[in-house]
């Protein structure tokens, strides 16, 4: 419904646009005809586009009025408040001064021949009170557009005012000048000169583009990433606590701190921490060590098809990295020949700061000749994976990525399959699970549990995995367990980047085949002895975590409890600069990098976030380091097993609600897990009080995060 209000608003006002600018180089036009007959001809051609410009309006204001009935109003207040009156009054004026003016001249010229207009025709045909209204329209419409890629949202009052202050001034000039037509064509007949008007429209428009290209170039400079910059370094946002009187003194506190240029150590009696600081257990003697090497190396995949890889140990995907529950890991990295450097991040572990692999903002990147070693426990039992944060959506797509695995301590009561389904989506060689881009054969014996751990890699792919033959349980979201999960059947679980899901069946007598996407070509095919027919593709609908499974833990907090923080997370697409660009960028709360939030908690806190997505794409945001309960979709609870997630698919039109317990200090990213949004600036982090970084990215850093 909001992709679909939201696109029609975005139709009508394009063809607003262009008719409104075509109506008013019409009705301006009608002073210079020559002769009655032609008047009357081209002023009755104006009905015409007063009736679609009023079609258009009406469709933009059913829209919008549609989306305040059925939406949030961060989707709404600027498009009801400010796109639908700037559609519906120049319409209205068209009405109401443009209309009667109209009639009058149709009737005074019906039935002429071709005579020449006289000084009352001409004067009718140059009224200000009958042209200008169709003139306002078509800068209404630039406003319009202005507004519907520059959306004012968050709101700011300098946003909406400053644009509509040169739209009154353009509009009183059009007045001026319309009026001194009309005194010319009462004087003499105009005559129509299209070179000349067509110089003065060129050089018009060259002056405004004079004009505005200074401030564009230099915000465009200005967007440029610095040679340094501090990660502590960004717009501080505090949030709105629920308690009015320690919102007051927050809010005081933000104009103190409105740009946090030093660390962050702000309130009273916080002492400041390094993120070097906040390791996990460097001494003791490891239960697992694993050694990735980031390396280069020639791979060829399952079809034939040949890559030039990054890899981790020469294989795409890296080694799965399976451990137990509270052992102490330890993991060294080192570089090889990546010549942008690499780093090691653990998806969806909650690792201590320090070991969480951010290049600029936990470590420096790992150039090629170095090495880095992570230590940590790991405390969260299910399905992770790790992957490169330095140039991450180069790295990943390239191959520097691999799964995680944490096993419970204590064996399952029954053993089980267990098959890692981690997709990519190679460049030029398309889908595959891991290396493997054809049918993959297992031999099962009916009666076996199965656990299938899907993990989606891709850039931009929402995946769908498709499980046919056997009805199955959705044991676990992002690596966190679910309870009382129920049977589905023909159900499509979908999984953008960085998403996980657990599933588990009981294997039956008749093959079962697991499809990635909706073809037969790449699939897992599970049978007595591994060969037999790949089922049709039964109808499906999508699963949703909202409702799935039955509430047996008690939540630590819910949509009732007291928030220290309340936070809001407006993702969109804009018009913006960024690093030296211009163009429509995805943006978080109506920035991109460095403008982005930084939002600043204190440990101990409870957060609450709501993300809302006034974009027109899907959007997986990631929280390092901390798991979010997810208490609402669109206003609605969420009911049955808690559902926690790292990676929360956020489609167009969605509000959520998240929260988390701030209990892992640090400097933590918070993106979207499209990398390639993300490396366009669709990044941010969460700020612990107190901790500092040592690390900058920056153009004369070798750190890219994204
Ligand atoms: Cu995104």
Excluded at 23 to 29: D, E, P
Excluded at 346 to 352: E, F, I, R, S
Excluded at 593 to 604: A, D, I, Q, R
């Amino acid at each position: 419904m909001y992709s679909l209000l939201t696109n029609l608003e975005l139709g009508a006002t394009m063809l607003f646009v262009i008719f409104s600018f075509i109506a008013a180089g019409k009705a301006s036009k009608l002073v210079y005809f020559d002769t009655e007959k032609m008047l009357y001809r081209k002023t009755r051609k104006l009905l015409f586009w007063t009736i679609s410009l009023s079609l258009l309006a009406a469709a933009v204001a059913t829209a919008d009025t549609m989306l305040a009935a059925t939406a949030h109003p961060l989707f709404w207040m600027d498009r009801l408040l400010i796109r639908t009156p700037l559609a519906i009054l120049p319409v209205l004026l068209i009405w109401i001064g443009s209309f009667p003016r109209m009639r009058k001249l149709l009737h005074r010229t019906h039935g002429r021949t071709e005579i020449a207009p006289d000084t009352a025709r001409r004067r009718q045909a140059s009224d200000p009170a009958f042209i200008v209204p169709f003139q306002l329209a078509a800068l209404c419409a630039v406003a319009l557009f202005y507004f519907a890629f520059v959306p004012p949202i968050p709101f700011r009052w300098t946003a909406v005012t400053m644009p509509t202050t040169v739209l009154l001034f353009i509009a009183c000039l059009l007045w001026m000048l319309q009026t001194r037509r009309n005194q010319l064509a009462a004087q003499a007949p105009l005559v129509y000169r299209p070179w000349r008007r067509r110089l003065q429209h060129t050089g018009l428009l060259l002056a405004i583009a004079a004009i505005l290209s200074i401030p564009f170039l230099t915000a465009m400079e200005s967007s440029k990433l610095p040679e340094h910059l501090s990660m502590m370094a960004g717009k501080a946002d505090y949030g709105l606590p629920a308690n009015a009187s320690q919102r007051e003194k927050l809010i005081a506190h933000q104009h103190q701190h409105n740009q946090i240029a030093k660390p962050a150590s702000t309130s009273e009696g916080i002492t400041s921490t390094p993120v070097t600081e906040l390791t996990g257990p460097r001494a003791g003697e490891p239960d697992r060590k694993f050694t990735l090497t980031a390396q280069h190396k020639s791979i060829t995949l399952s079809s034939g098809k040949q890559l030039e890889a990054w890899t981790y140990n020469g294989e795409i995907p890296g080694p799965e990295l399976r451990m137990k529950e509270g052992e102490l890991i330890e993991v060294t990295l080192i570089n090889k020949d990546i010549e942008g450097g690499a780093t090691l991040h653990w998806h969806g572990l909650d690792v201590p700061n320090a070991e969480d692999g951010v290049a600029g903002a936990t470590q420096n990147a790992v150039m090629p000749g170095e090495s880095f070693t992570y230590r940590f426990v790991a405390e969260q039992v299910g399905t992770f994976w790790y992957h490169s944060h330095q140039s991450s959506k180069l790295a990943v797509e390239k191959g520097l990525f691999g799964a995680l695995i944490v096993e419970p301590q204590e064996a399952a009561a029954q053993a089980y399959e267990d098959i890692t389904v981690i997709t990519h989506n190679w460049r030029g060689a398309g889908m595959s699970i891991g290396a493997d881009q054809t049918v993959q054969q297992r031999a099962i014996a009916p009666g076996t549990l199965v656990k299938l751990r899907l993990i989606n890699t891709d850039d931009w792919v929402r995946q769908s995995y498709i499980l046919t033959g056997a009805p199955f349980k959705v044991t676990a979201i992002d690596g966190t367990d679910l309870t009382g999960p129920t049977e589905l059947r023909d159900t499509s679980l979908d999984l953008l980047t960085g998403g996980r899901y657990d599933v588990e069946f009981i294997m039956p007598e008749h093959p079962v085949f697991l499809r990635v996407g909706k073809g037969k070509s790449l699939g897992i095919l599970m049978s007595k002895d591994g060969s037999g027919d790949i089922p049709e593709l039964p109808a499906t609908t999508t699963f949703d975590p909202t409702h799935y499974g039955k509430a047996t833990a008690k939540a630590p907090f819910d949509i009732n409890s007291h928030f220290d923080r309340a936070f809001v997370m407006i993702l969109d697409n804009r018009f913006a600069f960024y690093n030296g660009g211009f163009a429509a960028y995805d943006t978080i709360n109506g920035e991109v990098f460095p403008n982005t939030p930084m939002f600043v908690v204190k440990e101990g806190e409870l957060v609450k976030t709501t993300i809302v997505n006034r974009s027109s794409v899907e959007h997986p945001m990631h929280l390092h380091g901390h798991h979010m309960l997810v208490l609402s979709r669109n206003e609605e609870p969420v009911t049955g097993s808690l559902w926690w997630s790292d990676t929360l698919d956020v489609a167009p039109g969605e509000v959520y609600e998240v929260a988390f317990r701030a209990d892992n200090p640090g400097i933590w990213m918070d993106h979207c897990h499209n990398l390639v949004h993300a490396s366009a600036g669709m990044t941010m982090h969460l700020m612990y009080e107190g901790v500092t970084s040592p690390f900058e990215v920056g153009t004369a850093t070798h750190n890219h995060p994204e």
